[in-house]
């Protein structure tokens, strides 16, 4: 039986439209559960939307609609971003959904059973921004230090959650796991929150209405985070399906941004502890994608929006940017000249100059007819590397390595044939040997680019002839030396990433 991988995004609040901060996650966990998918695993990859709370509430409100409404447009407009990012989510959650407010409800149900939920008073600054409490000391200048905006003093009557009883099983937990959080920093980060002592929370609000009913006490609505967190249960089943969710729980991966690092390395293992699971196995915590040195928002209206460059780049060519060009782990400042640069040079002129001197040359030398590969050719190690790499780097989180092993095998393609320069070959077995390596580094990398370019791995598939998928393909076998038949119709055709100009 193959091996799950479950695979999530947070879930974007549906009061802002997606950015490429948004995308940049999105896509990251798209490539991953792709390369898992080539891996053979039973891959369960979820995305969706956050839509209760204060700060949808308020937003709606502004906007003249109903929550709901908003949620609505806002949700479905999450979902045609993806599909035009050919994101292969194969789960949607809204939280609105009754699957969603059923889970929530017995996620709960089960603390409180457990003794870890009890009635108190609350009082604290408030940004509706982060949909958090700060206590003086987080604050910047009185300011939230995410938002740099006035917090609110907000009191009320609500029930608790007990964390302050999990600091020894949250450490405890951490020792037993050193590799829970990736990378290392972020980690370090987390186990400094829970040293520095942890206070109950509030789990429940009288204030708004916009919330899942506290089962136990009408009146009551969950805090937005207690019922966003518990997505990633609902999903796969939790309290309606125990197999499904026995199946992919804990192993799970969770990407996240490092501003929700406190509710995800801190309160979700917590609760999940409280209600009698593993927490979860894997959190990766990457930086944010700043532009001019600063975080998007809204309000300071520097944001950048998928479309912007999907025009310029092409789908894939924005794929392939974000995963190539911000490591996963720090923050990244975005930059179009770069990302000009970074197209050019790898994907014009590295990945679709290979295809289009392979198609022409087969074309003139070759009667249009891809020969089969050497079994012994150099370029065969040189394969044989690139796919160990690609796939270290993959399962350690770095998308960028893994695009940088398989840009290595093209490099030594193209320099294979400068090398042997077959275009001034007379046809014969000399230029066959050249050209069925050259078509065989094709087709290994487009399988190895698949996570990143899925549309333009399939074409040139296409292109060299071969029928079916690189997507259908299994590692590691399909990647082995020597899987280019040879004998088969291999088609010219337009460049696959023509030179954007850099005037
Ligand atoms: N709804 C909560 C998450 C609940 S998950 C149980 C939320 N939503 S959000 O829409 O504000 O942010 C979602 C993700 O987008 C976060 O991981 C956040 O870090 C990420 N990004 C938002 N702006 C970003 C950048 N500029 N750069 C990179 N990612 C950033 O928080």
Redesign the pocket.
């Known amino acids: 039986m193959s091996e799950p991988f479950y695979v999530?995004?947070?879930?974007?609040?549906v009061?802002?439209v997606p950015?490429?901060?948004?995308a940049?996650?999105t896509i990251t966990a798209d490539a991953l559960a792709r390369w898992h998918r080539l891996l053979g695993d039973d891959v369960f990859f979820l995305t969706g939307?956050?839509e209760h709370g204060l700060k949808i509430q308020r937003s709606a409100e502004a906007n003249g609609v109903s929550p709901l409404e908003q949620a609505d447009v806002t949700s479905a407009r999450f979902r045609e971003v993806w599909n035009s990012l050919d994101i292969s989510n194969d789960d949607f959650i809204r939280t609105t959904e009754p699957r969603h407010i059923a889970s929530v409800q017995a996620f709960m149900q089960a603390i409180f059973d457990n003794g870890f939920i009890r009635k108190g008073t609350y009082a604290g600054q408030y940004c509706v921004a982060?949909?958090a409490y700060y206590t003086d000391d987080d604050l910047v200048e009185g300011n939230c230090p995410i938002h740099g905006r006035p917090v609110e003093w907000l009191e009320e009557d609500n029930w608790f959650f007990e964390l302050s009883r999990f600091e020894k099983p949250l450490l405890d937990w951490y020792e037993a796991h050193p590799d829970c959080v990736h990378p290392v920093g972020k980690r370090n980060e987390a186990l400094g929150i829970i040293r520095q002592g942890l206070a109950d929370v509030s789990v429940s609000r009288t204030s708004i209405s916009w919330g899942v009913p506290v089962p136990w006490d009408d009146g009551h609505v969950f805090y937005?985070?207690y019922d966003?967190?518990?997505?990633?249960a609902t999903a796969i089943g939790y309290g309606a399906d125990p197999d499904r969710f026995a199946r992919y729980w804990p192993a799970v991966h969770h990407?996240?941004?490092?501003?929700?690092l406190r509710?995800?390395c801190v309160y979700?293992p917590a609760m999940c502890m409280a209600a009698g699971l593993e927490p979860p196995a894997h959190l990766g915590v990457?930086?944010?994608?700043?532009?001019g040195g600063e975080?998007?928002?809204k309000t300071r209206l520097n944001?950048i929006f998928p479309a912007d460059l999907v025009t310029d780049f092409g789908v894939d060519g924005f794929r392939y940017h974000f995963l190539r060009d911000n490591p996963f782990g720090p923050?990244?400042d975005f930059s179009y000249e770069a990302m000009v640069t970074r197209y050019n040079t790898d994907l014009a002129n590295n990945f679709g100059n290979l295809l289009s001197r392979v198609a022409t040359v087969v074309g003139r030398r070759c009667d249009g007819i891809g020969p089969a590969p050497d079994p012994a050719s150099p370029l065969g190690a040189v394969a044989a590397d690139s796919l160990r790499d690609a796939a270290a780097a993959w399962a350690g989180l770095s998308p960028s390595n893994a695009l940088e092993a398989t840009w290595r095998l093209i490099a030594a393609a193209n320099a294979h044939l400068e090398t042997n320069e077959p275009w001034k070959m007379d046809p014969g077995p000399a230029v066959d040997a050249v050209m069925g390596d050259a078509l065989e580094v094709l087709r290994i990398v487009a399988i190895l680019a698949t996570p990143a370019m899925p549309a333009t791995c399939a074409h040139v598939w296409e292109r060299i002839g071969l029928t079916g998928t690189p997507a259908e393909q299994r590692l590691p076998d399909a990647a082995a030396w020597g899987g280019y038949p040879g004998g088969l119709p291999v088609r010219t055709g337009d460049p696959l990433f023509p030179r954007i100009s850099t005037k």
């Open positions: 999530t995004t947070p879930i974007y609040y009061n802002d950015h490429i901060g948004h940049y996650t939307t956050d982060c949909e937005v985070w966003a967190l518990i997505n990633y990407l996240l941004g490092k501003d929700i509710f995800h979700w990457h930086g944010f994608l700043l532009v975080k998007m928002s944001q923050d990244g």
